[in-house]
């Protein structure tokens, strides 16, 4: 089917660039990126490497494509967490579970990220330094964090530092998980709440709230930034 007048790709053209994405994420997941060919993902759509070129003219467009959406899907599960949240701690915590959560529910995501932003076997060196920082990551929760001060709710510190302590913790414990699928996720993911909890709530309200039980208060809504995926 061709091309509308305007340029912009009919439903069918979708549906087949969606496809197309699906298929090399799956690929990425369980093949890793360089075994990831046009011919091997025009294999698994069931068409020609031809047909694949038409809607991508070259492999780093697709995978591109691939990476793109996969942020994307990320982002939204995290930002719809966060804009849930019934005052500025308890957004900052619903952003680290939904961090761990999402990458949880969604290994083969988390190995297509791994593979286009990690240019090492092990994980730890950026192919691009500053790459992880995809979609302003540290700076949405930075934010967040200042957010929180400006409401009275979290203790002075510096935002961008505390946030980028914050993701890293976040990036190490999933990198372990991954390593080590035996490692307890959740009971990760709870240790994180309070390490996080701990980092950024003044001290008197912490021990109060210690004391008594109670939990956070306010409303946040539509106050809360919008919140963007890994880097």
């Given amino acids: 089917m061709a091309p509308r007048a305007d340029g912009t790709p009919t439903f069918t053209e979708q549906a087949r660039r969606r496809q197309l994405v699906d298929c090399t994420i799956d690929l990425i997941s369980t093949r890793g990126y360089p075994a990831t060919s046009l011919a091997a993902i025009a294999e698994r759509a069931g068409i020609s490497k031809a047909a694949v070129l038409y809607h991508f003219s070259s492999k780093d467009n697709l995978t591109r494509a691939a990476l793109e959406h996969v942020l994307a899907e990320f982002t939204a599960y995290v930002r ?3 804009d849930r949240a019934a005052g500025p701690r308890a957004a900052v915590v619903a952003y680290v579970r939904a961090m761990i959560g999402y990458q949880q529910a969604n290994r083969r995501h988390v190995r297509v990220i791994t593979e286009m932003l990690l240019d090492d076997a092990g994980g730890t060196k950026l192919k691009t330094p500053g790459q992880h920082d995809t979609g302003n990551r540290w ?3 930075a934010a967040l ?3 929180g001060q400006q409401a009275g709710e ?5 935002a961008r530092t505390v946030a980028l302590a914050i993701g890293g913790a976040i990036d190490g ?9 035996e490692y307890d996720l959740d009971a990760a993911a709870d240790e994180l709440e309070t390490f996080t909890l701990d980092a950024i709530t003044r001290r ?4 109060r709230q210690r004391r008594v039980g109670a939990p956070p208060s306010g409303s946040w809504g539509s106050a809360v930034p919008g919140v963007a995926g890994p880097g």
Avoid at 173 to 181: I, N, R, Y
């Fill in 154 to 158: 979290l203790r002075e510190f510096d």
């Fill in 139 to 141: 700076q949405e929760l």
């Fill in 204 to 207: 008197a309200r912490l021990m």
């Fill in 80 to 82: 719809e967490r966060v």
């Fill in 173 to 181: 414990v999933v990198s372990h998980w991954l390593a080590h699928p």
């Fill in 145 to 147: 964090l200042s957010a």
